[in-house]
């Protein structure tokens, strides 16, 4: 402890600020792969067994409106790191093979400002972003090992003890429950008891089809979401061993929905609507359900508020620490979403604007048909609704679904299933013009490059 006070005190002085800025500061970022809402236990589903991430949610705030302002995994995650759309940040689309989409060279990441203030960074298994100049975690460990809880809880403890006596912002990246080449890669797994789930007790959500194959990729879905779950409890686990949980945030989300047809790469709230987490010792109270309209893009300015470091002035989202009493402040009242592409071949851009009653949404190369991820398309899920010639996709027609007009606006609360697109109806000109405009000025302000649609067409 002496070390540790010892060098905050240095470190404090070197940065000019008061030592206590720095005491007691650290960060535990913890991303879900293709996590949706409506798949964990503390957000109402009683089938599902997630007891860790339940009492996560008992010892810190739970938001019930929080949005990924993307639903695809590099995007999503350039974003977090960066408080930046995905247009603003350049993280359009994965980052991996031939897809190769990176983050500009010049924006700001969340190990960068807290590893020039002195933070020890590092993340355990999927980072999924570069470059690795604007993303430079001291330590990159476990680069696969995103489905097995004992491996993860083992790099957890590996860079706690790298990290010593400085404060420390680690991001754990399960790739759970994202799917794998086939299934959800439900194995054996060392000191990992696994949770099987019968395909009859399954729910399925609104925007699929009640068929066996559905159910049994739930029930598989399921079976990753628990071992998620599991590898949650262990890194929480290990800060708590380590004596460090009583100084550290932890933060619990998803990149964006579940991996099924209707909700992955779409703005719709499948997609984008997800679990946010919070535990931050000191601030606020525990069993707090906060239903305040909350971005992703806050979750940056959230830790750098944490860590006493100033945000840089790109970042428009705010830190939800003053919330984590349940406070509800009456200007949260929009969130925004920015959709490039996910695969390379899948140009789709989209833009959103959500508030408690509206979603509109513009589809900006609308003429096209939307294109399906890989993984989706080859699953038994699509590949029944090819086979059988459905025109449904759940309660949503499939021709919708695929050929879009420019606007989509739906009535959240009367119509959460967004179903029937209102646009076009003469009673709603206002409201799509009024949201347009607020829409067209959160471009201006993250400075969108596809505003030149709006100016030409």
């Given at each position: ?382 590949q029944g609704i090819l086979e059988r010639k459905d025109t449904q996709l759940g309660r949503r027609s499939l021709a919708t679904f695929l050929h879009r007009p420019m606007l989509e606006l739906y009535d959240v609360q009367a119509d959460p299933n967004e179903l029937k697109n209102l646009a076009a109806d003469p009673a709603y000109a206002s409201t799509v013009q009024?949201l347009r405009a607020q829409l067209r000025e959160w471009q201006k302000l993250t400075k969108d490059p596809w505003l030149v649609k709006d100016r030409h067409e």
């Open positions: 402890m002496i070390r540790r006070l010892s060098y905050l005190a240095m470190l404090a002085a070197v940065l000019g600020i008061a030592p206590s800025v720095l005491a007691a500061k650290n960060v535990v970022l913890l991303i879900a792969d293709d996590l949706g809402i409506e798949q964990v236990g503390c957000y109402g589903n009683p089938i599902i067994r997630t007891p860790n991430l339940d009492a996560l949610a008992k010892s810190g705030a739970r938001f019930t409106q929080a949005f990924s302002s993307v639903a695809s995994c590099s995007p999503s995650r350039g974003s977090l790191l960066t408080g930046l759309p995905t247009h603003q940040c350049g993280q359009y689309g994965l980052a991996h093979a031939a897809h190769h989409s990176q983050s500009f060279d010049n924006v700001a990441s969340l190990p960068g400002l807290l590893g020039k203030a002195g933070y020890a960074t590092g993340v355990i298994a999927k980072l999924h972003v570069g470059p690795k100049a604007v993303y430079p975690f001291d330590a990159e460990l476990g680069p696969g090992a995103g489905r097995n809880p004992t491996a993860i809880e083992r790099f957890t403890k590996q860079f706690l003890q790298q990290a010593g006596d400085k404060p420390f912002f680690l991001l754990v990246g399960y790739t759970d429950p994202h799917r794998d080449a086939k299934g959800f890669a439900n194995k054996d797994y060392p000191d990992a008891q696994p949770i099987v789930y019968d395909p009859k007790e399954v729910i399925v959500p609104a925007h699929l089809p009640d068929r066996p194959e559905v159910r049994q990729e739930l029930a598989e879905y399921y079976q990753s979401v628990s071992r998620l779950d599991d590898g949650v409890g262990r890194v929480l686990k290990a800060i708590q061993s380590a004596g460090k949980a009583d100084e550290t945030l932890v933060i619990f989300l998803s990149d964006n929905g579940i991996p099924f047809p209707g909700a992955k790469t779409t703005l719709y709230d499948a997609g984008v609507h997800l679990p946010l987490l919070i535990r931050a010792p000191g601030k606020g109270k525990p069993e707090v359900v906060n239903p305040s309209l909350v971005s992703f893009l806050d979750v940056a300015p959230t830790i750098l508020d944490w860590a006493g470091v100033p945000a840089p002035k790109a970042m428009l989202g705010k830190s939800l620490l003053p919330l984590l009493d349940g406070s509800a402040p009456a200007d949260r009242t929009a969130v925004y979403g920015s959709h490039q592409y996910h695969e390379v071949t899948m140009y789709y851009p989209m833009r959103m604007i959500r508030t408690r009653k509206f979603k509109l949404l513009v589809n900006l190369a609308h003429p096209l048909e939307y294109p399906s991820a890989g993984d989706l398309f080859d699953s038994p899920t699509w009024e």
